[in-house]
């Protein structure tokens, strides 16, 4: 569906080779980055989704993973949300019509999602929130409703149909933003779009923050969401406070050496308040660095998806240097966050709260990285090297092998699943076996440095299929 013909500004492009915004970033950010929409064509060309209806109603039934199931009865308009996670035999039971399954947070449990945030560049990395996906059924909605960030909205597979008011943007009219107050969600009262599009995959819509926007699915479909983080004056000026009071000086009060006698004694009259003013200036970070660090710490873990905890103990620094030489990889968490700075003296690393101070290059190689192998992790100074170590100790950074491939069987269907860069663990070593507790069917038994080596000889036997894999 074409865009209504207006002679509004231009809302409508194509995405071109070397150009998936269809002109340079540059220019998107001057023209439209936080002023108004774009739809833009063919921004991901023969786009094929990397998850799949199946797998994000999966990942809704796990612990941990935000998602809510919005069901509409549009009979009566009514609203039903449901938050996960969800027990499996929901969604057979669901109709074929009218429902939307949303799951934040996927990047930090797909790799493949995560890799589609490259795509965004243009932008500052720390930006980038999250990205959401959406199965919506045939009908399926969350219902006209504005946010209160930016937001890329990539359709990923099928088709959706969306509506925009773009009032404000390119006619400086001020769109009604009231709320229902029937329905738990923040639906608009009055909704009146500008603009109607049905996307394919591929395409993407770039909306600004307050503007209105509905989507309803033509076909089953996925939807993409990559949101930006924005937080609210109130909660940069709460974590601020929060700073500012536990390293407040005791020493700093009040003061009034230059005191008048009042006219009246119970009146907080000017000059009162000028000396309350200069108090609070008194305890504000003045420093560029100590406000620089703040921020950092503040916003790299705004809106945390989960904490970065180590699942084993580190090995030592000198073991991580052999095992990179092996082949190895240092991998970043999904849910670690990164940022730098540049201080006053060299600069100062974000990650996930903390802050370390580092030289330049080494901070801007490390917030960059998802993976560090050998030769990157030699291109570190010592005190790069030395805040890895804590990285890995915390469990910012793990030791994979990229090319261990192993069968893990599925507790709920007994099928092989093959998983690649397998986390490496520790192992105890052994030096002898028992031979008496070696099956029959064990050909030979080789003890390493690194383990132990079993090879079994597997005979064709239907009725030993019951006992199971060892």
Known sequence: MAARKSSAPLIEVTARPGQPLGMAPATFLRDFWQKRPLLIRNAFPNFQTPV???????????????ARLIEHDKTQDGWRVRTGPFQEDVFPALPDHDWTLLVQDVDKWDPDVRALIE????????????????????????????DQYDVFL????????????????????QPPLGFRPDVELKLLKVFKPTHDWVLAPGDMLYLPPNVPHHGVAEDPCLTFSFGMRAPSSAELISDYLDTLIADADENIRY????????????????????????????????????LGDWFGRFITTYRAAGEVMAHQAAPAQEEVVQALASGLLLQR???????????????????SGQDFAL???????????????????????????????????????????????????????????????????????????????VSDDVHSVTVHDDGIEVIVNFEDDEEDDSAGRA
């Not at 560049?121 to 199965?135: G, T």
């Not at 901070?363 to 005190?383: C, F, I, P, V, W």
């Open 333 to 351: 968490h999904p849910w670690a966050r990164l940022a730098w700075r540049r201080a006053k003296r060299g600069a100062s690393l974000y990650v």
């Open 52 to 66: 799949q209806p199946e797998d994000l109603a999966g990942l809704a039934c796990e612990e941990g993973v935000l």
């Open 119 to 146: 795509h965004f560049s243009f932008l500052p990395r720390w930006r980038m929130d999250d990205v959401m996906i959406s199965f919506a059924a045939t009908g399926g909605s969350v219902g006209a409703h504005v």
């Open 154 to 173: 990539l359709q990923a597979h099928g088709h959706r149909r969306w509506q925009i008011d773009a009032s404000e943007s390119i006619k400086g009219k």
């Open 359 to 437: 030289p330049v290059k080494d901070a801007q190689r490390l917030a960059g990285a998802e993976q560090l192998d050998a030769a990157a992790y030699r291109g570190l100074s010592d005190k790069g090297r030395a805040v890895v170590q804590q990285l890995l100790v915390g469990g910012v950074f793990q030791l994979i092998d990229p090319n261990e491939v192993y069968e893990a069987e599925d507790e709920e269907d007994g099928e092989d699943a093959m998983v690649l860069g397998e986390v490496v663990e520790g192992r105890d070593r052994v030096d002898a076996i028992d031979a008496d507790a």
């Open 255 to 290: 003061q009034d050496a230059d005191l008048k006698v009042p006219a009246d004694p119970n009146e907080i009259d000017t000059v009162a308040m000028a000396r309350v003013i200069t108090a609070l200036n008194a305890i504000r970070m003045n420093d560029p660095d100590k």
